[in-house]
């Protein structure tokens, strides 16, 4: 999980890898976590309320431990076939907690991209 994980962080603008003091992985913008990796929760991203809402319809996610009630959600195992809706969820978590500049060239870039 976290190769797939690391893939996806690591092709976003200003990312960085943080291991904190208790091992846990998280992927940070400006300081800002918006994805997590514990052995609790597994893999944890930044979503919002609405998003959760959504999510939590879907058997595989379920509220993230303490963070839950900021949006967070959470999926212990996801399987190979859940990696493209994650790709996509973790890219949402990185623009919720991205400074403003980053949020507008990276969706330069995917419009760029768009018309190719």
Same mark, same amino acid.
């Given at each position: 999980m976290l190769e797939n994980v690391r893939r996806v962080c690591l092709l976003l603008p200003e990312?960085? !890898? /943080? %291991?904190?003091?208790f091992g /846990? %992985?998280?992927?940070?913008i400006n300081g800002k976590s918006f994805v997590k990796l514990t052995k609790r929760a597994g893999l944890s991203f930044k979503? #919002? @309320?609405e998003t959760q809402e959504l999510l939590l319809q879907k058997r595989q996610f379920?509220?993230?431990? &303490? %963070?839950?009630? /900021?949006?967070w959600v959470s999926i212990k195992s996801?399987? !190979?076939? #859940?990696? #493209? !809706?994650?790709?996509? @969820? %973790?890219s949402?978590? &990185? @623009?919720r907690a991205a400074p403003k500049r980053l949020v507008k060239e990276w969706? !330069? @870039?995917q419009e760029k991209q768009l018309y190719k």
């Open positions: 990312v960085v !890898e /943080h %291991i904190d003091g /846990h %992985i998280s992927f940070q979503s #919002d @309320l379920f509220k993230t431990p &303490y %963070i839950g009630r /900021h949006g996801p399987s !190979e076939g #859940d990696w #493209d !809706e994650l790709a996509e @969820l %973790i949402e978590a &990185y @623009l969706k !330069e @870039l």
